[in-house]
């Protein structure tokens, strides 16, 4: 797929036909193929898409932190002005402390079990520089804005003798503490309970009106897509299938991949007892079918999807989409 969205034009992100690949000893997985999106200041973007469909590895190459066996193959990759595959590693690394930051889903992975809450936080600030009792004061501010408790208190705590919700609050202050450019944040509050969640989430939204910080997210969960996204991608088998301003995408969803979603995933004030499962498997990215990848899975598939890839291609008021039905009926 090599049609670009139009990109916006104050542009923070621009992923431009990226291909990444793992190479196993089965053969080449091809976690993601072609992908183009663009995003702007202050913009929410969200990924949706099955299990394994290439949304953290997308994620991961923003990041430059695609793990081995995995290489991003082709593509371009620039926030704001700077090239993020032509750099080096070190320049690379200043980007993702300075501008770039991304919220993983098990905070604890990422949060040093050796360091009090505080100096987590205060070490980030202080990488501007900032001498340590400004960015220690500042560290308890940071806890305060992500609505952590008493927040010179818990600073002296250490990640185990803090909540999972608190984790998470802790590890967005880290991430929020030098308010990036773009923050990515992948299944955010998933292990998080509803009320956590909400919390994190406004406070995320709250972030992105008040300082132009974009946010890449991605959830399974439709219902917080519906809240807080102001375009959505949908991915599947590596590519993205659809993009659309999140109304549109809900209300007219182009895509036969994106309606069955739809009826598959959670969504707003919807009773778990409407879901729908979506029939057949996301393919073995290895081998992956002749055509649209989708077609054995597709009830709409035409003759030609098992032999053509359908091209993305630009719709109108910002949205594209990869399907030959499209290109038949609209
Ligand atoms: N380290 C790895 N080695 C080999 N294959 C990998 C590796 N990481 C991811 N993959 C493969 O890349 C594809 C995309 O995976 P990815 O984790 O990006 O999917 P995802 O959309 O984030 O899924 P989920 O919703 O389950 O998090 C999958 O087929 C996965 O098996
Ligand atoms: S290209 Fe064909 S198989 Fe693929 S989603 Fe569209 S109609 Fe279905
Ligand atoms: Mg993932």
């Given at each position: 797929m090599k049609v670009m969205a139009a990109p916006p034009e104050t542009a923070i992100l621009q992923v431009d036909d990226l291909s990444?690949?793992?190479?196993?000893?089965?053969?080449?997985?091809?976690?993601?193929?072609?992908?183009?999106?663009?995003?702007?200041?202050?913009?929410?973007?969200?990924?949706?898409?099955?299990?394994?469909?290439?949304?953290?590895?997308?994620?991961?190459?923003?990041?430059?932190?695609?793990?081995?066996?995995?290489?991003?193959?082709?593509?371009?990759?620039?926030?704001?002005?700077?090239?993020?595959?032509?750099?080096?590693?070190?320049?690379?690394?200043?980007?993702?402390?300075?501008?770039?930051?991304?919220?993983?889903?098990?905070?604890?992975?990422?949060?040093?079990?050796?360091?009090?809450?505080?100096?987590?936080?205060?070490?980030?600030?202080?990488?501007?520089?900032?001498?340590?009792?400004?960015?220690?004061?500042?560290?308890?501010?940071?806890?305060?804005?992500?609505?952590?408790?008493?927040?010179?208190?818990?600073?002296?705590?250490?990640?185990?003798?803090?909540?999972?919700?608190?984790?998470?609050?802790?590890?967005?202050?880290?991430?929020?503490?030098?308010?990036?450019?773009?923050?990515?944040?992948?299944?955010?509050?998933?292990?998080?309970?509803?009320?956590?969640?909400?919390?994190?989430?406004?406070?995320?939204?709250?972030?992105?009106?008040?300082?132009?910080?974009?946010l890449l997210i991605i959830t399974h969960d439709l219902g917080i897509v519906a809240e807080i996204a102001d375009r959505v991608g949908v991915m599947y088998a590596g590519s993205l299938v659809e993009q659309a301003p999140v109304y549109e995408l809900y209300e007219d969803p182009l895509h036969p991949y994106t309606r069955m979603l739809m009826r598959a995933l959670p969504r707003l004030g919807k009773g778990q007892g409407r879901l729908e499962t979506i029939p057949g498997s996301v393919p073995d990215l290895i081998a992956l079918p002749a055509g649209c990848a989708f077609h054995p899975r597709c009830p709409e598939r035409l003759a030609i999807c098992a032999s053509q890839t359908p091209v993305s291609r630009v719709v109108g008021g910002g949205r594209t989409v990869a399907c030959h039905r499209g290109e038949v009926d609209r």
């Amino acid at each position: 797929m090599k049609v670009m969205a139009a990109p916006p034009e104050t542009a923070i992100l621009q992923v431009d036909d990226l291909s990444v690949c793992f190479e196993t000893s089965r053969g080449s997985v091809q976690a993601v193929s072609g992908v183009s999106f663009a995003m702007a200041k202050g913009e929410v973007y969200a990924l949706v898409g099955e299990s394994g469909c290439g949304k953290s590895t997308t994620a991961l190459a923003v990041m430059r932190l695609v793990p081995p066996p995995g290489r991003i193959r082709r593509g371009h990759i620039r926030l704001g002005d700077e090239d993020l595959l032509a750099l080096s590693d070190e320049a690379m690394a200043d980007v993702r402390g300075r501008r770039l930051a991304m919220i993983f889903q098990n905070p604890l992975v990422s949060l040093n079990p050796v360091y009090r809450a505080g100096s987590q936080i205060e070490e980030a600030i202080s990488l501007d520089s900032v001498p340590r009792p400004v960015a220690w004061r500042r560290a308890i501010e940071v806890l305060g804005r992500v609505r952590i408790g008493d927040p010179a208190e818990r600073a002296l705590r250490y990640p185990h003798e803090l909540s999972g919700g608190m984790r998470q609050r802790v590890m967005t202050g880290m991430m929020i503490s030098r308010t990036p450019d773009l923050l990515i944040a992948d299944e955010p509050t998933t292990a998080l309970d509803v009320t956590i969640q909400a919390r994190i989430l406004d406070l995320l939204m709250d972030l992105c009106s008040h300082s132009g910080m974009a946010l890449l997210i991605i959830t399974h969960d439709l219902g917080i897509v519906a809240e807080i996204a102001d375009r959505v991608g949908v991915m599947y088998a590596g590519s993205l299938v659809e993009q659309a301003p999140v109304y549109e995408l809900y209300e007219d969803p182009l895509h036969p991949y994106t309606r069955m979603l739809m009826r598959a995933l959670p969504r707003l004030g919807k009773g778990q007892g409407r879901l729908e499962t979506i029939p057949g498997s996301v393919p073995d990215l290895i081998a992956l079918p002749a055509g649209c990848a989708f077609h054995p899975r597709c009830p709409e598939r035409l003759a030609i999807c098992a032999s053509q890839t359908p091209v993305s291609r630009v719709v109108g008021g910002g949205r594209t989409v990869a399907c030959h039905r499209g290109e038949v009926d609209r």
